[in-house]
């Protein structure tokens, strides 16, 4: 009983890793050049593609929230951020499908529309999500080297309560 309370409280410390993309050692390999972008190539990209350009927020829910990319969104359902709130507060025993999530947001859309995904300097969410939606069919997707970070420092747009919610 011990050990079964012992893996328990090992599991539930890794909770809030949950935020972010979990994956298997394949999608932490290093990108392709052809796989990531710098900021000054986002920004090209943005104005070049406007609505067409898909940018995913690959970090949590909370992060997103407080800033963003002016025009970034979560990558998976709402339906699954309540369902990981609630499991998280332990209301519900099963964490959410992040895969199944994210397959339901991405249905019916264009396969060959751009994408960026991003998440912190340090992070490697969005080489995570990068991937997942390369298994899922998506050709065009690049992760932002240096993250929101850069994004901001460089005084690119942002939005997000910690920025006041608008865009600067």
Same mark, same amino acid.
């Given at each position: 009983?011990?050990?079964?309370?012992?893996?328990?409280?090992?599991?539930?410390?890794?909770?809030?890793?949950?935020?972010?993309?979990?994956?298997?050692?394949?999608?932490?390999?290093?990108?392709?050049?052809?796989?990531?972008?710098?900021?000054?190539?986002?920004?090209?990209?943005?104005?070049?593609?406007?609505?067409?350009?898909?940018?995913?927020?690959?970090?949590?829910?909370?992060?997103?929230?407080?800033?963003?990319?002016?025009?970034?969104?979560?990558?998976?359902?709402?339906?699954?951020?309540?369902?990981?709130?609630?499991?998280?507060?332990?209301?519900?025993?099963?964490?959410?499908?992040?895969?199944?999530?994210?397959?339901? %947001?991405?249905?019916?859309? +264009?396969?060959? &529309?751009?994408?960026?995904? $991003?998440?912190?300097? @340090?992070?490697?969410?969005?080489? =995570?999500?990068?991937?997942?939606?390369? %298994?899922?069919?998506?050709? +065009?997707?690049? &992760?932002?080297?240096?993250? $929101?970070?850069?994004? @901001?420092?460089?005084?690119?747009? =942002?939005?997000?309560?910690?920025?006041?919610?608008?865009?600067?």
């Amino acid at each position: 009983m011990r050990v079964l309370i012992v893996l328990l409280a090992l599991w539930c410390a890794t909770l809030p890793a949950m935020a972010e993309p979990i994956a298997d050692s394949s999608h932490w390999k290093a990108l392709d050049e052809s796989e990531s972008i710098d900021v000054e190539g986002l920004r090209r990209a943005d104005e070049e593609f406007g609505a067409k350009l898909t940018i995913y927020d690959a970090r949590s829910r909370q992060s997103y929230e407080q800033g963003h990319i002016r025009g970034a969104k979560l990558p998976l359902t709402p339906e699954f951020y309540k369902e990981q709130e609630l499991f998280r507060l332990r209301v519900t025993n099963t964490p959410p499908d992040m895969d199944e999530a994210l397959r339901r %947001a991405t249905d019916g859309a +264009d396969r060959s &529309a751009p994408i960026v995904t $991003y998440c912190d300097a @340090e992070c490697g969410a969005s080489k =995570v999500l990068l991937h997942k939606l390369k %298994a899922l069919g998506f050709t +065009d997707v690049r &992760a932002l080297q240096g993250g $929101y970070q850069a994004w @901001e420092e460089a005084g690119l747009p =942002v939005s997000g309560s910690a920025v006041g919610g608008s865009s600067r």
